[in-house]
């Protein structure tokens, strides 16, 4: 399937990446697909894929300060 959107944030302070992306896929059976990469090492850092929440912002916990 085809990417929508790819968000990496970044910490305010230092402008450095924090290490994880939110990716949109345009269906949901790509984005499940994306599952199967789960544990792949890239640079030799291992990736953690997983389905987010989709949670209202009312239901999102505090930020943290």
């Known amino acids: 399937g085809k990417l929508v959107?790819?968000?990496m944030p970044s910490?305010?302070?230092t402008?450095?990446?924090k290490g994880f992306a939110?990716?949109?896929f345009?269906?949901?059976r790509s984005a499940r697909k994306a599952l199967n990469i789960?544990?792949?090492k890239i640079l030799e850092k291992?990736?953690?894929v997983s389905l987010?929440?989709?949670k209202k912002p009312d239901e999102r916990p505090p930020p943290k300060e």
């Open 5 to 7: 959107s790819v968000r």
């Open 11 to 13: 910490d305010r302070m």
């Open 15 to 17: 402008l450095k990446h």
């Open 22 to 24: 939110f990716i949109t």
């Open 26 to 28: 345009d269906n949901s």
């Open 38 to 40: 789960n544990g792949h």
């Open 46 to 48: 291992s990736l953690k």
């Open 52 to 54: 987010a929440d989709n």
